[in-house]
């Protein structure tokens, strides 16, 4: 994979989806960080139907607090692990208010300082909601980073310094999104769809299928 590769391989998914989205529900940062926690070894349609139930009740480190552990849990219940994220969310709001005036801080070492908040979900903040040229590689990144030689690397850490060295700046701010639903909808893990991927003559995957 060549750099004259990748710069057609993003130049084409930008003029695909020129301004590409999280698929998450939200409306501040902050319900954006809470939706990204929740979305950990969950669907982002599952994390939506919690949500968005649970936002127009509760969408601030207080009120989120003020629901107490077992409220919460009665909105989230049905996500994955959803006992052990209640637990970081409560001690995350505290520290919000305590240390951030209740605001999320734009800061990478702040929010992963934050009970629940890793490199991954850090950096979907930073990028989303503060527009920060930073790659936070989920499954789906790590599959097409790999499966494509876009970034090909043995560990989310070394696909992501992979991708922020080798993305052309101008792509930077949207790749993730961009990478995400192209692994979410196309590239997906047992059969990808390479028949009907706008990349696939660019892609360097051997065992192409025809769907």
Sequence with gaps: MNASKRY????????????????????????????????????????????????????????????????????????????SKAENIMKTCQLLIELHGSEVPDDQQALEAL?????????VVRNTAFGHPVMAVDTHIFRVSNRTKIAPGKNVLEVEKKLLKFIPDEFMVNAHHWLILLGRYTCVARKPRCGSCLIEDLCEFRQKTSD
């Design 115 to 123: 009970p629940g908040v890793g490199r991954k979900t850090a950096n």
């Design 8 to 83: 057609q391989i993003f130049s084409r998914l930008r003029d695909d989806n020129p301004q590409p989205e999280t698929e998450l529900h939200y409306s501040t940062t902050f319900e954006l960080l809470i939706a990204v926690l929740l979305s950990a070894q969950s669907t982002d349609k599952g994390v939506n139907k919690a949500t968005d139930i649970m936002f127009p009740v509760a969408n601030t480190p207080e009120a989120i607090l003020a629901l107490g552990l077992d409220g919460l849990k009665k909105y989230i219940k049905t996500i994955g692990l959803y006992n």
